[in-house]
């Protein structure tokens, strides 16, 4: 009886830090990770040059940019998503990848996966970031297939503008959004 009172918690233990030792990406799946992350992003800011006039010469003077893959469900009252991205800084070039997640109240409904390039203008706003921070904000949307728009409290002020890229699917919501970012500390 003894002998079970000590072992039990040392086997929980062992197979905790063994479990733990799993969890944790080897070299080549972080780069493999990272590499597709960039790649995807490359590929947004690509497609949405071609899109909008406008961005190449916002695009060339923000201070930095970050690109996010998003999956969200909205239903008629709550909604949220997920997703994960990369935040360049243009004068430096370093990558910061984060995880990302949405939680939304409001009237809409639908369900869609898209590209967000957040274009930085501002130079605290983009330590931010990199630092895992993001504000709560209110806003409307409106997509279908991979046409979108999107507007909100991140107003010409904020240090920021937003582009969407849809990849399918279809929502017209009008929320309050609370959005949570973090840094992925498997891929950092």
């Not at 959005?179 to 500390?185: A, V």
């Given at each position: ?13 062992l197979a905790l ?123 409307a949307e409106v ?31 009008a929320t309050v ?12």
């Open positions: 009886m003894m002998k079970d009172t000590i072992y039990r918690p040392l086997m929980i233990l830090f063994s479990l733990q030792g799993c969890a944790q990406l080897s070299v080549e799946e972080k780069e493999d990770a990272r590499l597709s992350l960039d790649k995807m992003a490359e590929k947004t800011v690509s497609e949405l040059l071609k899109s909008n006039d406008d961005l190449e010469e916002k695009f060339k003077h923000s201070v930095g940019y970050m690109v996010t893959n998003w999956k969200t469900t909205k239903v008629p009252v709550v909604g949220g998503g997920s997703g994960d991205g990369v935040i360049v800084d243009q004068k430096t070039g370093h990558h910061t990848y984060v995880k990302v997640k949405r939680f939304d109240i409001g009237g809409g409904m639908g369900a869609r996966s898209y590209k967000n390039l957040v274009l930085i203008k501002d130079a605290k706003f983009l330590k931010d970031l990199q630092q895992g921070k993001w504000n709560f904000e209110a806003g997509a279908a297939g991979t046409a979108g728009t999107a507007g909100g409290s991140s107003g010409a002020d904020s240090g920021y503008k937003v582009y969407m890229l849809l990849d399918g699917g279809g929502s017209a919501t959004r609370a959005i949570r970012l973090n840094l992925d500390t498997s891929l950092n």
